[in-house]
């Protein structure tokens, strides 16, 4: 029974770590390679410094999240393209 006990506290310890670790929300591991057309694009914004591989986060009008590659070039055009159109809203 004291190891059960035992086992429970250390999983919700665990489960409190995880919850309110000050870790990144979204990383980006891969990125896709498949070119996104502006008027899909609702926004966008860089991935977190602690994040293992930096990234930027699109997100389409359909509320997909989609990493890509900031280095890319198609990339930054689109992220230009983006910001001129927001900022002229």
């Not at 390679?33 to 602690?50: A, F, G, R």
């Not at 009008?61 to 890509?68: G, M, P, S």
Request: charged residues 25%.
């Amino acid at each position: 029974p004291v190891c059960k006990w035992a086992r429970l506290d250390f999983l919700l310890y665990l489960k409190l770590t995880l919850k309110f670790s000050q870790g990144p929300d979204k990383c980006c591991f891969s990125f896709s390679n498949i070119k996104i057309p502006i008027k899909q694009v609702e926004s966008h914004h860089t991935t977190h410094l602690e994040c293992h591989r930096s990234g930027i986060i699109v997100i389409t009008k359909a509320q997909r999240e989609i990493c890509v590659d900031p280095t890319e070039r198609w990339v930054q055009r689109l992220i230009n393209l983006v910001d001129m159109s927001q900022s002229s809203d």
